[in-house]
């Protein structure tokens, strides 16, 4: 969603903002903007559509001798969310003098009764933004002290906002403050950056400090003041980042997405290192920060997650059941707290999230810890409002997920669930016997994932019938029809082919009505228990002309049926999900390509979905 780069220091600040923005470009977005100190006053640039269009902008507007004496701003993409994506509802902001300016991620609630009781004394809005409301109270505010000025108007505030605030009467100095919306500050040597993503900052220094909820900082080329909305000081700790730049570059790849997918033999290994104790059939999972006892009073878990990660957490239910006995449960984040949900103390409520930033899903946490129940953060993003607000919880070290689709992170959810089922079944009825054989499948996770990634050129191939449709159903049983779904949406979001994922059994309830000559049906048809049941649905699509293609288990049950098969290696039926997902991402992949998608950033999709 929207995305936010300040720069303060020696350097010209526009290319770095420019350079900020585009690293958030993955983010989704439909304008761009920014603003620059220039001496005592401000100096502003905003497009409508590409990053690349307000660098135009200023290389037309702006000589590059005046940008390089300019070396402090604030910058800003823009997902639009109160008003179309036009210029004027592009940030910054301005208040009335036009002296301060002002980007904002996140939403404002009271902003309409902001906005009346400002035009009731004069001020005319020039944007149909939320945001607009928060800039001029801030210039209301204004007596000669930016801070004091953003946090009178805070208070004022209802709702969520990630802030960065810069005026033309003090030179070198952002302020910045959260809410809701993620911020961190980036310390270099003689430079500060801010952003709403690390990987903004990350080509120019690892150590960051994450702003909280209520923090409101001064940044200066050479210092940082952390405060809340009362002034009192708030001391944070400064951070070493964990990736490295090259983690948010295509390496060679057409495509993040692309490359995510091959990276995943990696970062299953990293999401498995030092968890798996293959002496004991068990894992080790400090971070779940509970005791022995604690795991085998547990009544229950419940799964909340959004999109990629609550099929992540479907799966899941599926392994506590099965390996640990235990009641499991997943629903959807932005359900569970309007739900009125039944937790209590005895209930471990997992958050699953690849960025740690879901709106839906932090609100669920929110709810399970206001009920009492334990909670744990499922995350990739180290540093993130979950993970930090969960207090407890398993990093998935994917690395940055950049495309808007996500892949490595379902697949390292996927593979600490499976962690977790284990460890908890092993403190209940797993055998030593069966619990050393698990570990031993989930420790082949990488060489499975690499089997799969070896027949990219044999999907590449099935892609090519695929693509000439506009409707695909994704059919699968068990721990398998979570898998479906997700592959499901996977070609939906970036083919924008037409997919439906289904329990197998659940088609002939109704949408098997839509079923023409020709469609294709992925089917799910790895060997398990249900594989005969699972073809038997398959035959009835068959019989009314459908194109099966089926994901098969390697020298297992044929599957004559099928019009186009790919192959997944035999493993454990619960271990097959993540090798058949594998192969699903990459069917979606090949088939957005061929149809010529946008693959990385599909139309209207944001990656991380920070309102509700
Ligand atoms: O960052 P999160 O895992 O919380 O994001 C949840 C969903 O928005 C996300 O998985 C979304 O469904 C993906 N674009 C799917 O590829």
């Not at 020696?10 to 903007?33: K, M």
């Not at 906002?161 to 005026?167: K, L, T």
């Amino acid at each position: 969603m929207c995305g936010i780069v300040g720069y303060v220091g020696r350097s010209a600040a526009t290319p770095v903002l420019l350079s900020g923005l585009r690293r958030l470009e993955y983010r989704g977005y439909d304008s761009a903007g920014l603003s620059i100190q220039e001496g005592k006053s401000l100096l502003s640039l905003r497009a409508v559509g590409k990053v690349a269009r307000l660098a135009d902008k200023v290389r037309a507007e702006w000589s590059e001798d005046r940008q390089s004496k300019c070396s402090v701003g604030i910058a800003h993409t823009r997902w639009a969310t109160h008003g179309a994506p036009t210029e004027a509802n592009a940030h910054p902001h301005a208040d009335a003098s036009g002296r301060i300016r002002l980007v904002h991620n996140g939403i404002i609630e009271n902003y309409r009764v902001i906005r009346a009781k400002l035009e009731a004394k004069g001020h005319v809005f020039s944007s149909e933004t939320d945001t607009e409301a928060v800039s001029r109270l801030i210039g209301e505010y204004y007596k000669g002290d930016l801070r004091k000025a953003v946090i009178s108007a805070l208070r004022q505030i209802e709702g969520a906002y990630g802030i960065a605030v810069i005026s033309a009467d003090e030179p070198g100095r952002i302020v910045v403050a959260r809410k809701g919306s993620p911020l961190v500050i980036g310390v270099g040597e003689g430079e500060c950056l801010v952003a709403s993503d690390p990987s903004a900052l990350i080509s120019h220094t690892r150590r960051v400090i994450y702003l909280d909820d209520g923090d409101v900082a001064l940044v200066t080329a050479d210092s940082v003041d952390i405060t809340d909305l009362n002034h009192a000081p708030m001391d944070r700790d400064v951070a070493e980042l964990e990736f490295e730049a090259g983690a948010v570059e295509k390496g060679g790849y057409a495509h993040f997405m692309l490359k995510e997918i091959h990276e995943q033999p990696e970062s299953v290994r990293n999401a498995l290192r030092g968890r798996l104790d293959l002496l004991n059939g068990t894992a080790v999972l400090s971070g779940m920060g509970a005791t022995a006892r604690e795991l085998i009073e547990l009544q229950r878990i419940v799964m909340v997650g959004c999109g990629t990660s609550l099929h992540a957490g479907m799966v899941g239910d599926f392994a506590f059941e099965d390996l640990a006995a235990i009641q499991a449960e997943v629903q959807p984040a932005a359900e569970f707290r309007y739900r009125n949900p039944l937790v209590d103390g005895r209930d471990l409520v997992v958050a699953i999230s690849q960025s740690g930033e879901t709106a839906d899903t932090l609100a669920a946490v929110r709810e399970a810890k206001e009920k009492g129940a334990m909670v744990m953060g499922l995350v990739n993003v180290v540093g993130s409002t979950i993970a930090r607000e969960a207090g407890r919880g398993v990093y998935l070290h994917a690395g940055p997920e950049i495309s808007v689709a996500s892949t490595k992170a379902f697949t390292g959810q996927v593979a600490v669930l499976l962690l977790m089922a284990l460890k908890l079944g092993r403190g209940r009825r797993l055998s030593r016997e069966r619990g050393l054989a698990l570990a031993g499948e989930i420790g082949r996770l990488p060489e499975l994932i690499e089997a799969v990634l070896k027949q990219d050129s044999a999907i590449a191939k099935v892609a090519e019938s695929m693509a000439k449709h506009e409707h695909a159903f994704f059919l699968g049983r068990g721990p398998m029809h979570p898998v479906a779904l997700e592959g499901a949406l996977k070609l939906k979001e970036i083919s924008y082919i037409h997919a439906e994922g289904y329990h197998a059994a659940e088609l002939k309830h109704g949408p098997i009505a839509l079923l023409t000559p020709g469609m294709p049906v992925v089917v799910l048809a790895n060997r398990s228990s249900v594989l005969e049941k699972t073809i038997g649905n398959a035959e009835e699509c068959k019989a009314r002309g459908a194109h099966i293609i089926a994901i098969v288990t390697e020298d297992g049950p044929e599957v004559a049926i099928a019009d186009e098969v790919i192959i997944i290696p035999d493993c454990d039926p619960l271990i097959a999900t993540i090798p058949a997902v594998v192969a699903l991402q990459l069917l979606s992949y090949h088939v957005a390509r061929l149809r010529g998608c946008p693959i990385d950033q599909p139309r209207n999709l944001a990656k991380s979905v920070t309102v509700e």
